[in-house]
């Protein structure tokens, strides 16, 4: 999958995109960059739940359709 | 200036990613198992405690009563394996999207309870509870 100079991965309709981070504020800031993106496209997120894994890691799962 | 309020529709209880879907209720319960530290320097008559250890548990009740769920609530329960459970705000469509609200916490839990209440000729009604295992973060 193609990332963006911010790490953050490209955007494609109908495919889950997995983010993580070592902190969940790291995590809500990819989401954040993702929606603002999928905004501009018109499209709509599903999921985007921040989950931890007991450790140091943190993740979410995020699917952007169209409306 | 009104505080913005939370309403229960908007807090949802997440299990393995995704908003539980058609609870009609959740319940997150997070609890501190105190020790008395009182000692001779402790002064006007009141206990002094201490944090010894915590605890964290998500109930979610009426959950989607299908054959389905009812299966791997089931095969979860009996594999006692640990599983990603949480809670946050909700919108958008079906109100399952996350919001990262600032509250929104997530963890490793084990299914322990599972309730199934069956009365006659209506859908059954299934209730489980979350116990976490390990930090809440």
């Known amino acids: 999958m193609s990332k963006t100079k911010n790490d953050i991965p490209a955007i494609e309709v109908g495919k889950p995109i997995k983010v993580d981070g070592i902190t969940r504020a790291e995590v809500a800031d990819k989401l954040k960059a993702l929606k603002e993106q999928a905004a501009a496209d018109k499209l709509k997120a599903q999921g985007g739940f921040i989950e931890y894994d007991g450790g140091e890691k943190f993740s979410a799962v995020i699917t952007f359709v169209k409306p | ?137």
């Open chain 2, 1 to 137: 200036m009104a505080l913005t309020k939370i309403m229960g529709q908007n807090f949802r209880a997440f299990v393995g990613g995704s908003a539980v879907p058609e609870a009609t209720n959740c319940q997150v319960t997070i609890q501190g198992n105190l020790e008395d530290a009182t000692t001779k320097d402790s002064t006007g008559g009141w206990n002094e405690e201490q944090m010894t250890s915590k605890q964290w548990s998500v109930q979610v009740d009426d959950v989607d009563a299908s054959l389905a769920t009812l299966r791997a609530l089931i095969t979860r329960f009996n594999s006692d394996s640990k599983t990603t459970v949480g809670w946050d705000q909700t919108a958008g469509a079906q109100n399952r999207e996350a919001q990262t609200a600032a509250f929104a916490r997530s963890g490793q839990a084990i299914l322990n309870d599972l309730s199934i209440n069956a009365n006659n000729r209506t859908t059954i009604q299934v209730t489980c509870q979350y116990q976490g295992s390990g930090a809440l973060a």
